[in-house]
């Protein structure tokens, strides 16, 4: 028997080694110098571990309304998400299920709105602010980041919910399930992959917005994570170990939901894209 050896793809390997440092480096670098002491900075080697650790730079920046402004962006990032994915799975749902036209051309709709960019309607979005008298409140952050996220989490819901055999839907219309049910008992346990994948990325999208917390707040009681790290730019000057301090905290929780949803993260990002 004729043994057949793959030879390594030495290219690929070195490509893709380098492509692990270029993302490496930088937060090695990001969390090293949040450790660093002030008077260090500029007297150490930028990557090399620092002589005397401290967190000060955590200390001042949690001494700077830190925990305010991250309590801010926590609740407009899952209140939004926890509406989009109700009014998302509920929309691909009917899109999925319903056969008639006007509930395809309401997924055109959607789809309508995937091309549209955010910052060619941030005056319009301003105007219909103001006239709510929702100006400078959470609420205007969370309103428009639901509407600009439902239509790529309707497609990505849909093609989901696209390869589930319709004979499952019909054994519970058989049972005497009504769609209501069905939509809780069958179609949200077989889209989490997909539920998490659209959380997961909203989350990161509401949680990192800069666009709408600039023009739609004003008042540091509404500021948010994005917002704050843009002060404290100027606020510290030179304390670069604070303002990373802050960068190191303001992904924690992305972080630690990537973490924990990352399997079914993959699995949703891979599915439903196969027709």
């Known amino acids: 028997m004729s043994r057949t050896t793959s030879r390594p793809n030495v290219l690929a390997g070195t490509g893709g080694w380098l492509w692990l440092a270029v993302i490496i480096v930088p937060i090695y670098y990001i969390v090293v110098t949040s450790f660093r002491p002030r008077s260090d900075y500029y007297a150490e080697n930028p990557l090399s571990f620092p002589a005397h650790p401290t967190l000060d730079a955590y200390r001042q920046v949690l001494e700077n309304d830190f925990l305010r402004y991250f309590g801010n962006s926590l609740f407009v ?3 939004s998400v926890v509406a989009i994915l109700a009014v998302a799975l509920t929309a691909a749902y009917v899109v999925v299920r319903s056969a008639s036209a006007r509930a395809r051309r309401i997924f055109q709709v959607f789809l309508l709105g995937i091309a549209i960019p955010i910052q060619a309607t941030i005056v319009p979005v301003y105007y219909l602010i103001i006239k709510l008298g929702l100006y400078d409140t959470l609420w205007a ?4 980041s639901i509407a600009f996220a439902i239509p790529l989490s309707v497609l990505i819901l849909t093609n989901f919910l696209r390869d589930v055999p319709k004979e499952l839907f019909e054994s519970m219309t058989v049972d005497g399930a ?14 989490k992959p997909a539920i998490v994948t659209v959380g997961v990325y909203n989350g990161l999208t509401v949680w990192n917005g800069f666009l709408f917390p600039l023009v739609l707040t004003q008042s ?9 790290l843009w002060s404290y730019q100027g606020e510290f000057t030179m304390n670069v170990p604070a303002v990373l301090a802050a960068v190191v905290l303001s992904v924690v929780p992305i972080l630690a939901a990537y973490i ?3 399997r079914q993260l993959v699995s949703g990002l891979t599915a439903g894209f196969g027709k």
């Open 77 to 79: 990032t899952v209140v």
């Open 141 to 144: 952050l969370i309103l428009p």
């Open 178 to 191: 009504g769609e209501l049910r069905t939509l809780w008992s069958l179609a949200l346990p077989l889209s």
């Open 220 to 228: 540091a009681s509404t500021r948010v994570v994005p917002l704050s």
């Open 260 to 262: 924990l949803g990352r």
